[in-house]
């Protein structure tokens, strides 16, 4: 059927007609040189877009209309593969699935991380200033306990007793936590 601007088709009946006539060879086509199945819709889509819009394509006949839709077609796939060069594409399926692929990055569990570092920050500000030096160096900085008592010009068995005890303080403020949001 040759679509001439003449003819009484409205929009929708020719949008209808190009796809019915050439939409699966057109697909086929654009899949034989793109792999991403979305891609392929989207390039035979952006062909029949470009036949709506082409002022001389309703004038072809038949045999001319399709070679003119896998003209575009073949130049779609080119442009594409040109600008994927550039900008690599990468499946959502892909990003979707190693977006959260450690459980640590999931939205819920960075929450919860959240919390428990500021009811950390609550807890050790109770903490003396002295057993928050103690516990930063061995635990944010890693050093051993004579490290620590020389810096801080204690006894190695001082600063034993000392992370000792605050450990300790730290584990009954954190148990009793426990406590009160199981009876609440």
């Known amino acids: 059927m040759k679509l001439s601007p003449q003819s009484k088709v409205t929009d929708a009946a020719l949008i209808d007609e190009?796809?019915?006539q050439y939409a699966r060879n057109i697909l086929r086509l654009v899949r034989r040189q793109i792999n991403l199945l979305e891609?392929?819709?989207?390039?035979?889509?952006?062909?029949?877009?470009?036949?709506?819009?082409?002022?001389?394509?309703?004038?072809?006949?038949?045999?001319?209309?399709?070679?003119?839709?896998?003209?575009?077609?073949?130049?779609?796939?080119?442009?594409?593969?040109?600008?994927?060069?550039?900008?690599?594409?990468?499946?959502?399926?892909?990003?979707?699935t190693?977006?959260?692929?450690?459980?640590?990055?999931?939205?819920?569990?960075?929450?919860i991380q959240q919390e428990e570092y500021r009811?950390?920050?609550?807890?050790?500000?109770?903490?003396?200033?002295?057993?928050?030096?103690?516990l930063l160096c061995k635990f944010g900085q890693n050093m051993s306990s004579p490290e620590i008592a020389k810096r801080l010009n204690k006894s190695d068995g001082a600063v034993r007793m000392i992370l000792a005890r605050t450990i300790k303080l730290l584990r009954e403020i954190y148990t009793r936590d426990d406590e009160g949001r199981k009876r609440s």
């Open 39 to 96: 891609d392929a819709e989207d390039i035979m889509l952006e062909v029949f877009i470009a036949a709506l819009q082409s002022e001389t394509f309703t004038k072809l006949n038949n045999n001319e209309q399709q070679a003119w839709l896998y003209r575009v077609a073949y130049n779609k796939c080119f442009d594409y593969h040109r600008t994927a060069t550039r900008r690599p594409v990468v499946p959502l399926d892909l990003v979707i």
């Open 98 to 111: 190693n977006l959260y692929a450690e459980d640590e990055y999931q939205p819920h569990n960075i929450a």
């Open 18 to 20: 190009l796809y019915r």
């Open 119 to 134: 009811v950390l920050q609550q807890h050790l500000s109770s903490l003396t200033d002295q057993q928050r030096e103690i």
